[in-house]
């Protein structure tokens, strides 16, 4: 099946700095890819659309400004946590979808201190 | 937003038992997805359904799609201490988008 990888899978930072996490489609291209967050014992909420070569499409109550989303190849979409506070701490989850399947990515644990 | 409202929200039997787990919406959907996901990872896809009244087994585990495309359950047959886990329904209103239900979690205990 298609593999979707994620970078880092855990980390930690101190409140107000910026956090880089990538998604990387390993065997296939995927002009869109998604990226969710989970806050614990609770389920995934869409945060937005990563659309390749254009800019992504956020849900409502999400932040643009906040989570920067640039998704500058076929096989890659970064998501940026600026200025992160305690209450982002979240696990970040990205997939994709070649055809009509979704595989996603391990997840990214970010904690913010 | 969260478009499917999943019950029970914490499901705790013994191992050997069935259960039932529900997903509901006023939305129609394109397709419905069930997942389950161990703690720390992503989720991993179990069935994908797309047709009104369609039922889906997957060994001991069945799945149905309502016929008006609303809802759907997860049906799983004399439970293991293995089927402990996350589960979540998601749904795509329309093309790729899909939106995840509130969970169930289920433990099996021994």
């Known amino acids: 099946g298609a593999v979707v990888s994620q970078h880092p899978s855990r980390v930690i930072c101190k409140s107000g700095t910026s956090v880089k996490i990538e998604c990387r489609s390993l065997?296939?291209?995927?002009?869109?890819m998604f990226w969710y967050r989970q806050f614990p014992k609770q389920s995934l909420m869409l945060m937005a659309t990563?659309?390749?070569?254009?800019?992504?499409?956020?849900e409502q109550g999400v932040e643009k400004d906040k989570f920067l989303i640039n998704h500058a190849s076929l096989t890659l979409s970064t998501l940026t946590v600026t200025s992160a506070h305690p209450e982002d701490s979240s696990f970040y989850i990205c997939s994709a979808t070649p055809l009509d399947t979704q595989y996603f990515g391990p997840g990214t644990r970010l904690t913010v201190l | 937003t969260q478009l499917l409202e999943q019950s029970p929200q914490f499901l705790s039997i013994q191992e050997g038992e069935n259960l039932t787990v529900y997903c509901n919406s006023s939305?129609?959907?394109?397709?419905l997805q069930w997942y389950r996901q161990e703690p720390g990872e992503g989720p991993v896809l179990l069935v994908t359904v797309v047709t009104g009244g369609e039922v889906k087994k997957l060994k001991r585990l069945t799945f149905q799609f309502g016929d008006a495309r609303k809802d759907s359950s997860l049906h799983i047959t004399a439970a293991q201490p293995g089927d402990t886990g996350l589960y979540l329904c998601a749904g795509a209103p329309g093309g790729n988008q899909f939106y995840f239900g509130t969970g169930t979690s289920l433990t099996v205990i021994p």
């Open positions: 939305s129609v959907f394109s397709s």
């Open positions: 065997d296939f291209q995927a002009t869109t």
């Open positions: 990563s659309n390749e070569g254009s800019k992504a499409t956020y």
